[in-house]
């Protein structure tokens, strides 16, 4: 073999073991990195909301509805602020509702002023970057309250 080949070959080898060292670098590193948790903030789109009414003691329920939304009628805008905007479109009525909110160890609450007074708690049951499942339970006088808004990121 010639000088340079021998040179070229010996570049070679070491260009590959470099470029193998920087996959096996590259991939560890990518296998290492946690992905980023999902966050409330941005758009959502509400398609449904479930509420049941029901007897603490006999578990029997007294009272069901469900609504059903269609695209664009009840949007929740969360900004980044920890304020949000309602959005509810029924025909050619609009009525928006704006309020504040905080995020603490999977449990949303939601409120009308800033220092949280009287906010509503839920559960965030599941949220991923395209979806949201929001649950609200409560027991009073031997009734239990039921609530479940499920949603997608718009």
Do not use: H
């Not at 509420?51 to 009628?73: C, H, K, Q, R």
């Not at 805008?77 to 309602?86: L, P, Q």
């Amino acid at each position: 073999m010639t000088y340079l080949r021998k040179t070229m070959r010996k570049n070679y080898i070491k260009f590959s073991a470099i470029a193998l060292a920087l996959v096996a670098f590259g991939t560890s590193c990518k296998e290492e990195e946690k992905p980023a948790d999902p966050t409330i903030v941005g758009k959502w789109e509400i398609n449904k909301t479930l509420f049941t009414m029901s007897d603490s003691a006999t578990n029997t329920v007294l009272f069901g509805d469900t609504t059903i939304y269609g695209p664009g009628e009840l949007i929740i805008d969360f900004k980044s602020n920890n304020m949000f905007i309602s959005t509810e479109t029924d025909g050619t009525d609009v009525e928006i509702d704006t309020g504040y909110y905080t995020v603490t160890n999977k449990v949303l609450k939601l409120a009308g002023t800033p220092d949280m007074a009287e906010a509503d708690e839920y559960n965030i049951a599941n949220l991923t970057a395209t979806d949201v499942k929001l649950t609200y339970s409560e027991y009073y006088e031997g009734t239990k309250w039921y609530q479940e808004i499920t949603g997608k990121r718009k």
